[in-house]
């Protein structure tokens, strides 16, 4: 019994794809057969239609030229009412004069006879079947029945014919052939529209239809013959064919359509189960992946919690979208109040009392370069709290934006710290070490004295043994005298205790008294000194004691890190700002230190094997004072092959700043 059943269940299907062919078959067959006798009847009353109206064109037409050869022959007889004589050269002017042939278009030709034979009282037909044409011949009687003549129409056939049946589009597609019936029933040809076809001949695939007119005391048989396809047009024919194609096409497609369905139905059930299943586990991954997602975001909420630092994570437009414990307890804001805000609403940073504007902001700096952006210790940049305390910070903005690109919706985290601490023990530092430089200063001064007392011989003889070692001290002692100095100056300038006075200064002089301090050492290592600057240049509004640091630093640096034979060039001119240019031909700066240039009691590691004396301190006090006096410094350098130094200016010179100390 199962097996039937199982039988039954595999037969069925096919048993019913088969039904739907031969239904289909089936209504296309009954479409066809409609649509055919559909066809045969419109095409058959068109025909009919068609042949009705040629037939009534051409009785119009006749009647036409009687009615207008009746109006000629009026018009004549109202021209000659006094003789009653008409000839035919009267006829002609009457004719000219009436100007008859552009009044009556279709009339070919008139004449006037006169023929006692053809007496006769009204209007009459005659065919010449030799040149196959005829006339309309129209008598003409005086008032008192005197019989004047007769006017005669002559008419080409075939013109008269091809004005019907060619000059009209709707016959066209048709053939007309027209016979003259003799009184004996035989019939002549006089007019063929399409002789390719014969109208007269029988042919089960053409309408064809016969019909008998008179014209005047003539009798003309007329032949109507066309196809069912010209009388409604090829689509309309072929109608029926493509009923039988698409219906042919339709049935064997639902006939495949439906095995197909029904033999892939088992395939298809296995196919939902397997999916089913797949999904199945899939749904499980998932939860097992969701709960590992959210283990490690408590995982990472609790390291965020737990950090020292303040972090806040930022969008690529610069809005908060995530912020930690610290920054919230450092800010003073709680994360919901901060969520949407732009960064530069929350993370106030203010730099010399004013606050940073958005395009010097780390943050988009970070966007921009798809870099680190970073606020050191020494910038001296400020955090202001939610309620207005303002405190020194350190900072980095850290872009999420590489090649693999960053976390959905993260574009830069931000990490800062509250540095006051720091900074409070940096400033006790460079108190300690001002007040130290200030006490050393008092007996170096005095160790220098009485060096040179005793060098000078001062205090009595010395031999040249003893000489020497006083020498070596007073060198020596220089040496930490000028270490002192810079140890003070450095203080100052950490401190903010350093004043800036400009004033219009000769820059000339100051670059000639440098060098001439420098000459000793230049003359020694046979140097060359490039002045490319004017002998007249414009004073400069600067002060005058720190510029004198900067050329001291910039020139000595290129003195000392310049080999024997070496070239240093000054370069000073006025441009879109003031600019200053030194550079050498000496050691240069190897790559790795160029970013720690600028550092205290830094020195480049290529120098310290030449044996060359330096404290370090020089360039960091160079950058300090020309950027608090609104200036730029940069440098480029090659290893082996020298360095520029390029420090500038506005035009108006130094920005004045106040402090109760200055830099010597």
């Not at 995982?299 to 414990?325: F, H, P, W, Y």
């Amino acid at each position: 019994m199962f097996l039937k059943l199982n039988l039954i269940r595999k037969i069925s299907p096919i048993i019913i794809s088969f039904l739907i062919l031969f239904s289909g078959l089936l209504a296309t067959f009954f479409a066809w057969n409609y649509n055919t006798k559909l066809l045969n009847f419109q095409s058959l009353a068109r025909f009919d239609f068609l042949t009705k109206n040629a037939i009534s064109s051409l009785e119009n037409k006749e009647n036409r030229n009687l009615d207008v050869l009746t109006d000629v022959k009026a018009l004549v007889l109202s021209q000659d009412t006094d003789n009653n004589i008409i000839t035919s050269k009267t006829f002609k002017n009457f004719v000219k004069e009436l100007d008859i042939y552009s009044k009556y278009p279709f009339i070919s030709s008139l004449d006037f006879i006169k023929n006692p034979f053809n007496l006769v009282s009204s209007t009459y037909t005659s065919f010449n079947k030799k040149d196959n044409s005829f006339s309309i011949i129209a008598p003409v009687y005086t008032k008192d029945k005197k019989y004047l003549g007769s006017i005669q129409e002559n008419i080409d056939t075939g013109s008269f014919l091809s004005d019907i049946f060619l000059s009209q589009p709707e016959f066209q597609n048709m053939d007309f052939e027209i016979y003259i019936v003799s009184p004996d029933k035989s019939e002549s040809l006089i007019y063929d529209t399409n002789p390719s076809l014969h109208a007269k001949e029988k042919d089960t695939s053409f309408l064809q239809n016969r019909s008998e007119i008179s014209f005047a005391d003539m009798k003309w048989s007329v032949y109507s013959k066309a196809l069912p396809q010209d009388i409604l047009g090829l689509t309309s024919v072929r109608f029926k064919n493509y009923i039988l194609i698409f219906g042919f096409i339709g049935s064997l497609s639902l006939f495949v359509i439906n095995l197909s369905l029904a033999t892939s139905r088992k395939r298809a059930i296995d196919i939902a189960e397997i999916m089913t299943a797949s999904l199945k586990r899939r749904t499980e991954d998932l939860e097992i992946t969701k709960e590992n997602t959210e283990a490690e975001r408590r995982k990472l909420n609790t390291i965020l919690s737990s950090m020292g630092e303040c972090l806040v994570a930022v969008s690529s437009d610069g809005r908060i979208i995530l912020m930690n414990q610290m920054a919230q307890a450092t800010l003073r804001i709680a994360e919901a109040d901060s969520y949407g805000k732009k960064i530069e609403e929350v993370l106030i940073l203010v730099k010399d009392g004013k606050t940073l504007p958005e395009n010097e902001y780390p943050v988009y700096k970070a966007i921009k370069g798809q870099d680190i952006s970073r606020i050191y210790f020494q910038d001296n940049v400020f955090l202001k709290d939610s309620e207005g305390r303002v405190f020194p910070v350190v900072l980095s903005a850290i872009s999420t934006l590489g090649k693999n690109g960053g976390a959905e919706g993260v574009s830069v985290i931000i990490v800062f710290h509250d540095i006051s601490v720091e900074k409070a023990v940096d400033e006790a530092k460079t108190e300690f070490v001002s007040l130290a430089a200030h006490q050393l200063r008092m007996p170096l001064t005095a160790i220098r004295w009485y060096a040179e007392m005793l060098i000078s011989e001062d205090v009595g003889k010395v031999n040249e043994d003893q000489k020497s070692y006083l020498n070596e001290i007073h060198q020596n002692n220089e040496r930490m005298v000028n270490l002192v100095n810079q140890l003070l100056s450095v203080s100052r300038i950490r401190l903010g205790t350093f004043k800036i006075e400009p004033k219009a200064i000769n820059l000339n002089e100051i670059v000639d008294s440098v060098l001439g301090e420098l000459k000793p050492m230049i003359t020694k290592k046979k140097m060359n000194i490039v002045k490319n600057y004017k002998d007249d240049l414009k004073p400069f509004n600067a002060d005058a004691d720190l510029m004198r640091v900067v050329f001291q630093n910039l020139i000595s640096n290129a003195v000392k890190y310049t080999p024997e034979g070496g070239t240093i060039t000054i370069s000073m001119e006025y441009d879109k700002d003031f600019s200053i240019r030194v550079s050498d031909t000496g050691y240069g700066i190897p790559k790795k230190d160029i970013g720690k240039i600028f550092t205290q009691l830094y020195r480049a590691e290529n120098v310290k094997e030449k044996d060359v004396e330096g404290t370090g301190l020089g360039l960091y006090m160079v950058k300090s004072i020309v950027e608090q006096a609104g200036g730029m410094i940069s440098f480029s350098s090659e290893e082996n092959k020298g360095t520029i130094f390029h420090v500038s200016f506005q035009k108006t010179g130094m920005r004045a700043k106040s402090g109760t100390k200055s830099l010597s």
